[in-house]
């Protein structure tokens, strides 16, 4: 009890936020001008007025398009309990033909309760689909197919596509079609009859703007002041977080978050590992915690490898190969660097000159480690002192590396 | 648009040709409403003068030479003109300007008008007629009267472009075949309609063929339908003979197999001595008859060929004007029209974009009237804090009323169907991976058409010494531009290395360097 529970209570509360999408983007659906609005009223008119209707959502992977589109669904539900049901397609899942049309099938038989067998064949299936769209035709039901991954049906001869783009040309059937996709040019692929088909609506999801960054960072991270946790404990918190936002070193943690990739997903698998490092004694995020879920986010492995568990030798090895490389020799094996390293033992006179076995060793263990390896796959009968090699790691890490390792002499 | 006050006024003499137009209308729901637009006619009034109303019969030839199709019936004409209203001289360069003139206001805030409106310009909904493809029409159905008449089989081809009314003008002589068979009292027809795509084995098709002339009859197992049709077809009849039977298959090219077997198969059916079926194929290519079924060239038995030409401007504005002619109300301004009609045929010539198009514009108003909805709402609430000053603005607003799709909708939902997201989406993109984008282009414009990962990694890293940026290492670089290539702006190769996989621009150049001009980075980086 006491003063580790708020806390705690506090971070479950902001994992568990930070973990489902629909609280996400709910702050998006205020404004008249989102995407969520004009999916809702694309797709609730043709409910209403029973007309049949394509949609195609675009936008880089992360985005929210998923998300949004289910926060919609949801919504419609609610507002109109039976007049819509929803079939769910995946292209990675569904691309054959004969497999989507059991699927739908399926999903159909499902949502109205009906028997679904196996052993139907796939032309059965089809007219089975087409049979259920004019029934729900009538009964003023409306369909909605998702098609998750687009541009994957497009592959082949395109047939499920046509046939469902068919069916909604038909003033029987009351359908609608929204397909999902990162690929910009989805509608630029499809075959030019099903093109014609398609009626050319398409939502683009861009990564939110800074403003909007900002009131989702409010939104997800500030507690609320009037739920199970103390009061004066939460507004504090909010405080303190508000003081953090509006820092310049925070803006420039998340520009360099963002300038590599700014999509949603990546700020929230940003925000969780900062929120789980946070201090629970104390009980509120601090500006330490970002800078270490941004150094956690943007890992090298393999410089992290040369600082920490390289030895001397194997240091000295790479330097080694390295002057080869800079003098131009385009292959060089281990003997190569051996001789390499005797001249730089004459010319520096350095204490640490190490027996060939032992040089041997740690070049088999740098080999180990991937931070060199052989040229070509070729030559396994050689040994492995005559195979040729070469460094995996740039100039610019080998440099930090040995800036950075604590017992490497000074050259 | 000309609106009312009161009764209406008069009209001036013939003598007189200004392009003075009066005219009178009743609003539909007893409003007045003032008209803030400006409207392609002047409008004069002398007070006091009555009405005369021209002879109807000044009025109809114009009238029908425009809008009229061959089969609108003469009384709609004579209804519209016995209505109410004091009609325009017209000049010949307003002609348009009349399909809208004797309709009264649209309410698009009634949903009941709304979607009457969206259900007459929807794709599914078959018109009566299918206007523009008269001619289509006519060449198909003698052919199938005349092969009727014989007795003979004969094959027909209609190709086009998607979005040319193939397929519906299609059912069209097929209904009218039906009733002109039974009105000369031959034979029925038997018709059989299939689409190719719902076939999951190309031979198929004729185990349906042969389902439909024989439907109680059990398939023998021994011979294929094919080889069976093809001996029902050479015996010669008896008596009471089969009917004839009229094949209409659609998307006949998801029927070419590598072997062409089963679409030339198809078609040798109608030269087989007795046969008794008349096969009419629609497909998108020309010239499919000739590439794919040669041999029936030497046969002497080469399907007849009609073509589906693509919509020109004026058929489309003309099929568009049809459909609206059926609500009693005036929903576009012509200038609109003619824009949508001029777009889609110089891109396409496909009815159904336009009609999305047209729909397009409309939920463009849609959403115009609901703003104007909010806000009025908004300013009635404050309107008694406000002071007399700003009564004129919300006049104003009121006045300005949102009954028509204007211009400007129009213009919106054609950029929106023909705009591509791509520019939008580059400058969306986080720095650095518009970074990647420029080294790419610089890399391309010096010389090649493909480089690797390593040499965009070593352009990347040059322009990010270049403007102090720290660069990201090679595997990061190497997953944006995996995500760079599942965004459709990339293409990667395969390769076991990272380093080796080629790269390839898909966008062009152009678009690139027209969405990151604003920067002035990129600008710089670009020159």
């Avoid at chain 2, 998607?162 to 003008?169: A, D, M, N, R």
């Avoid at chain 2, 849609?366 to 406000?386: A, C, D």
Wanted: charged content about 25%.
């Amino acid at each position: 009890m006491g003063r580790e529970n708020p806390a705690e209570e506090a971070l479950i509360l902001l994992r568990s936020r930070l973990c489902n999408p629909n609280y996400i983007f709910t702050p998006f659906s205020d404004s008249p001008d989102s995407n969520y609005s004009k999916l809702k009223f694309i797709i609730s008119s043709s409910v209403t007025e029973a007309c049949n209707n394509s949609i195609l959502l675009l936008g880089p992977r992360g985005c929210g398009k998923i998300a949004v589109l289910e926060l919609v669904l949801r919504d419609l539900l609610v507002e109109h309990p039976d007049m819509i049901s929803v079939i769910r397609l995946n292209g990675l899942l569904h691309s054959d033909d004969n497999c989507a049309l059991k699927e739908i099938a399926r999903q159909l038989c499902v949502e109205h309760q009906l028997l679904f067998s196996k052993m139907v064949s796939s032309d059965d299936n089809s007219q089975f689909m087409i049979a259920m769209l004019q029934e729900c035709g009538l009964a003023h039901k409306t369909i909605i197919f998702v098609l998750d991954e687009f541009d994957l049906f497009t592959q082949g001869k395109q047939r499920l596509l046509y046939s469902l783009l068919d069916a909604m040309q038909s003033v029987t059937s009351q359908a609608v079609v929204i397909g999902v996709s990162c690929r910009l040019d989805a509608d630029q692929i499809l075959e030019k009859r099903v093109r014609s088909r398609f009626s050319h609506r398409k939502l683009l999801f861009l990564p939110p703007s800074k403003e909007d960054l900002q009131r989702l960072l409010e939104h997800i991270l500030s507690l609320p002041t009037d739920s199970s946790l103390p009061h004066d404990y939460a507004v504090e918190f909010n405080a303190k977080l508000h003081n953090i936002l509006g820092d310049e070193r925070f803006k420039e943690i998340l520009n360099t978050l963002s300038s590599s990739d700014s999509t949603v997903n990546h700020l929230l698998r940003f925000l969780f590992r900062a929120v789980c490092h946070m201090n629970l004694e104390s009980g509120f995020l601090s500006l330490e915690n970002f800078k270490s879920a941004l150094s956690s986010v943007q890992r090298q492995p393999k410089l992290e490898c040369l600082q920490a568990d390289c030895s001397i030798l194997e240091l000295y090895i790479l330097v080694c190969m390295k002057r080869l490389e800079v003098k131009e020799e385009n292959s060089y094996n281990f003997n190569s660097v051996m001789k390499e390293y005797k001249a730089i033992h004459d010319s520096f006179r350095t204490p640490d000159y190490y027996a060939r076995n032992v040089c041997l060793r740690a070049f088999e263990h740098l080999l180990q480690r991937e931070l060199i390896c052989f040229t070509d796959n070729r030559g396994h009968n050689q040994s492995v002192e005559y195979r040729p090699v070469k460094l995996l790691i740039s100039s610019q890490e080998l440099y930090q590396g040995l800036k950075s390792s604590r017992s490497c002499p000074v050259s | 648009m000309p609106s009312l006050v009161g009764h209406g006024t008069s009209a001036f003499p013939a003598g007189n040709d200004l392009k003075e137009i009066i005219a009178g209308k009743s609003d539909k729901h007893g409003e007045i409403r003032s008209n803030g637009e400006s409207t392609p006619q002047k409008r004069r009034s002398t007070s006091g003068s009555p009405i005369s109303p021209p002879s109807p019969m000044k009025w109809k030839s114009p009238r029908r030479c425009i809008n009229a199709s061959p089969t609108t019936p003469p009384n709609e004409i004579e209804k519209d003109s016995g209505d109410k209203l004091a009609r325009s001289r017209k000049t010949p360069v307003k002609k348009l300007a009349d399909s809208f003139l004797a309709k009264s206001n649209w309410n698009p805030r009634d949903t009941k008008q709304m979607s009457a409106v969206k259900e007459v310009l929807h794709v599914s909904t078959a018109p009566s007629t299918v206007v523009c493809r008269e001619d289509e029409q006519n060449r198909v159905l003698e052919f199938c009267k005349a092969c009727v008449e014989q007795e003979k089989a004969g094959s027909l081809y209609a190709c086009g472009c998607p979005g040319t009314g193939k397929s519906l003008s299609i059912e069209k002589v097929k209904q009218l075949l039906l009733d002109w068979a039974t009105e000369a009292g031959l034979q029925p027809l038997d018709v059989l309609s299939i689409t190719c795509t719902s076939l999951t084995n190309t031979s198929e098709i004729f185990s349906k063929i042969l389902g439909k002339h024989q439907p109680r009859k059990k398939v023998n197992g021994s011979i294929s339908p094919l080889q069976h049709l093809q001996k029902l077809y050479s015996q010669k009849q008896q008596s009471s003979g089969m009917k004839m039977m009229l094949i209409i298959a659609d998307e006949l090219d998801y029927l070419i197999t590598k072997d062409r077997a089963v679409l030339h198969d198809l078609f040798m059916l109608t030269t087989v001595p007795f046969s008794r079926c008349i096969l009419i194929g629609i497909a998108n290519a020309i010239d499919l008859a000739d590439r794919f079924l040669p041999k029936l060239q030497s046969l002497n038995c080469k399907p007849t060929v009609v073509t589906f030409r693509a919509y020109s401007k004026e058929q489309i504005l003309r099929i568009l004007q049809q459909r609206l002619m059926a609500l009693p109300y005036t929903v576009f301004q012509p200038q609109a029209l003619e824009l949508c009609a001029r777009k889609v045929a110089a891109a396409s010539g496909d009815m159904r974009k336009a009609l999305c198009v047209c729909r397009s514009a409309i939920e463009m108003l849609e959403v115009e009237l609901k703003e104007s909805t909010s806000i009025l709402n908004l300013s009635s609430v404050e309107k008694g804090v406000f002071d007399r000053r700003t009564a004129p603005t919300l006049e104003f607003v009121t006045k300005q009323e949102i009954d028509i799709v204007r211009v400007d909708h129009m213009v919106v939902a054609l950029s929106r169907t023909y705009r591509s997201p791509i520019v939008d989406t580059i400058q969306s993109l986080p720095q650095h991976q518009q970074i990647i984008l420029c080294s790419a282009v610089k890399l391309f414009r010096m010389r090649k058409k493909e480089t690797t990962v390593g040499e965009l990694n070593k352009s990347y890293v040059d322009i990010c010494k270049a403007s102090l940026i720290p660069p990201v290492g090679i595997l990061e670089l190497s997953s944006m531009c995996r995500v760079l290539s599942d965004q459709g702006l990339l293409k990667l190769g395969q390769s076991r290395e990272e380093k080796l996989k080629r790269v390839t621009l898909k966008v062009d150049e152009a678009d690139i360097t027209f969405a990151l001009q604003g920067v002035r980075f990129f600008r710089n980086c670009l020159q």
